[in-house]
C-alpha cells in the first residue's frame, strides 16, 4: 500500500548547526503534507504544512521543500538549539483536505550543546 | 483557547474492563479522529469523523467504538480491554482542508 517514510531514523547535531529531516512519498496523488514534531510524552504538534502547488514554505526558522518529481519531502531547521530535540514526522493526504492522514515512522533529531 | 484536550492523562485497566476515553476541541473544527501509537508503529487512525453525526473506520477500528457527541466532543470506548490495546491514544481535529492538531494524549495499560 501506499505509505510515508523516511531515509534516517535518527539525526544529530551540534547547537546552532542546520538541520535538515527528509521524507519520501510513494503517492503521486497526494497533494497535501505535513510536519509534526513530537517531544518525549507529548502530543505531535504541527510544524508546518505545503500543498503540492508549491514547492517551498517558509516559517519561522523551518522550511519544508517539496519535489514532486522524485516525491521528495524535507524539513530545514535553521539554528537548531536544543529545544528541538523531538521524533519529527512527515505526513501526506491524498484528498485535498485532511480527513486521512499516512504518517511516517519518524526521525528522532538530537540536538548536542 | 484550549486547543485539543483528553481525559484522563493515565488509565490503567484489567483484561475485560471498560472504559471511554473523552476528548474535546474548542477551535470549532469539522473533523475529529482518534489514534493509536505504538513503539515501531507511527501513529495508527482508529476512527475518524468528518463531521457531527458521521464516523468513520481507520486503519485498525477492531476493539473500539466511538461517539461523535457533538461539534466539539468526540469519544473512544473500550468495551472489553485486551492487553494489546495497551497504547497511547491521541486525539486530534482539523478544519476543513487544513492540518490535524494533537491532544497531548492518554497512556492506556491493559493488564
Known amino acids: 500500500g501506499e505509505s510515508v517514510g523516511l531515509h534516517l531514523p535518527t539525526l544529530s547535531v551540534q547547537e546552532g548547526d542546520n538541520s535538515i529531516i527528509n521524507c519520501a512519498y510513494s503517492?503521486?496523488?497526494?497533494?497535501?503534507f505535513i510536519w509534526y514534531k513530537q517531544e518525549s510524552g507529548k502530543g505531535p504538534q504541527f510544524i508546518i504544512d505545503?500543498?503540492?502547488?508549491?514547492d517551498k514554505r517558509q516559517g519561522q526558522r523551518v522550511t519544508v521543500l517539496l519535489n514532486k518529481t522524485v516525491k521528495h519531502l524535507s524539513l530545514q531547521i535553521a539554528a537548531t538549539q536544543p529545544g528541538d530535540s523531538a521524533v519529527y514526522f512527515c505526513?501526506?493526504?491524498?484528498?485535498?483536505?485532511?480527513?486521512?492522514?499516512?504518517f511516517g515512522k519518524g526521525t528522532k533529531l538530537t540536538v548536542n550543546p | 483557547n484550549a486547543g485539543v484536550t483528553q481525559t484522563p492523562k493515565f488509565q490503567v485497566l484489567k483484561t475485560g474492563q471498560s472504559m471511554t476515553l473523552q476528548c474535546a476541541q474548542d477551535?470549532?473544527?469539522?473533523?475529529m479522529y482518534w489514534y493509536r501509537q505504538d513503539p515501531g508503529m507511527g501513529l495508527r487512525l482508529i476512527y475518524y469523523?468528518?463531521?457531527?453525526?458521521?464516523?468513520d473506520k481507520g486503519e485498525v477500528p477492531n476493539g473500539y467504538n466511538v461517539s461523535r457527541l457533538n461539534k466539539r466532543e468526540f469519544s473512544l470506548r473500550l468495551e472489553s480491554a485486551a492487553p494489546s490495546q495497551t497504547s497511547v491514544y491521541f486525539c486530534?481535529?482539523?478544519?476543513?482542508?487544513?492540518?490535524?492538531?494533537f491532544g497531548p494524549g492518554t497512556r492506556l495499560t491493559v493488564t
Open positions: 486530534a481535529s482539523s478544519p476543513r482542508g487544513g492540518g490535524q492538531y
Open positions: 503517492n503521486s496523488a497526494s497533494d497535501y
Open positions: 505545503i500543498r503540492s502547488n508549491m
Open positions: 505526513a501526506e493526504n491524498i484528498q485535498g483536505g485532511s480527513e486521512k492522514l499516512v
Open positions: 477551535m470549532n473544527h469539522n473533523s
Open positions: 469523523s468528518a463531521s457531527e453525526g458521521t464516523t
